[in-house]
Nanobody, 116 residues
Framework: QVQLVESGGGLVQPGGSLRLSCAAS????????MGWYRQVPGKQRELVAV???????NYGDAVKGRFTISRDNVKNMVYLQMNSLKPEDTAVYYC??????????WGQGTQVTVSS
């Protein structure tokens, strides 16, 4: 079972930037899709961004134009560059991977807080 470890979360002021990282314990070439989701208490987990093995990307409407997902097949990492952060981006951000056989796994999450 793959292990996913997120890092890079923290406290940032509105308008600031953060880069989240997700380290996988095996080659990310194993995965069909990798992505980031976020969740706030009392709400469902929502899509932030996904990237396929073919490097196609898709973004949630709330983050389009501000966030960028990327992957590094050598370092077995997936990244989320977050710019122009807003207070409503405050959430726990989770890394997710999907194997070609549709098995999916989550990381433990990293807290992002956008506040002045």
């Amino acid at each position: 079972q793959v292990q996913l470890v997120e890092s890079g979360g923290g406290l940032v002021q509105p308008g600031g930037s953060l880069r989240l990282s997700c380290a996988a314990s095996e080659s990310i070439r194993s995965f069909n899709v990798m992505g980031w989701y976020r969740q706030v208490p009392g709400k469902q987990r929502e899509l932030v961004a996904v990237i396929t093995s073919g490097v196609s990307t898709n973004y949630g409407d709330a983050v389009k134009g501000r966030f960028t997902i990327s992957r590094d097949n050598v370092k077995n990492m997936v990244y989320l560059q977050m710019n122009s952060l807003k207070p409503e981006d405050t959430a726990v951000y989770y890394c997710h991977v999907l194997y070609k056989d549709f098995r999916g796994y989550w990381g433990q999450g990293t807290q992002v807080t956008v506040s002045s």
